[in-house]
């Protein structure tokens, strides 16, 4: 089983920075992809960024591409979120998932952090 921990949430003004921490359990960290999704209230989880187990390729989405940057250290077995130039509308719940690869799907979820931009 995977288990994964998200940290680093909290409260910061428009156009600040925070950055999300992941930890993993497991030994096949390294082969995952790992993935951020968020949902804010009241509306649906959307992809934020995800990375392969390289860390050499990257996906974003295109409301936070430029801005944020998605990284991992295996040695640690975690997974980072740098978010940059934040605005009111990332404020949201940002969950860390992980694919193992088998089924090509996201089956491994943390509880969540949250992240509020202010003004």
């Known amino acids: 089983q995977v288990q994964l921990v998200e940290s680093g949430g909290g409260l910061v003004q428009a156009g600040g920075s925070l950055r999300l921490s992941c930890a993993a359990s497991?030994?096949?960290?390294?082969?995952?992809?790992m993935g951020w999704f968020r949902q804010a209230l009241g509306k649906e989880r959307e992809f934020v960024a995800s990375?392969?187990?390289?860390?050499?390729?990257?996906i974003y989405a295109d409301s936070v591409k430029g801005r944020f940057t998605i990284s991992r250290d295996n040695a640690k077995n975690t997974v980072y979120l740098q978010m940059n130039s934040l605005k009111l509308e990332d404020t949201a719940v940002y969950y860390c998932?992980?694919?193992?690869?088998?089924?090509?799907?996201?089956?491994?979820w943390g509880q969540g952090t949250q992240v509020t931009v202010s003004s």
């Open positions: 497991g030994r096949t960290f390294g082969t995952y992809r």
């Open positions: 990375i392969n187990w390289s860390g050499r390729s990257t």
């Open positions: 998932t992980a694919d193992p690869g088998v089924a090509g799907r996201w089956d491994y």
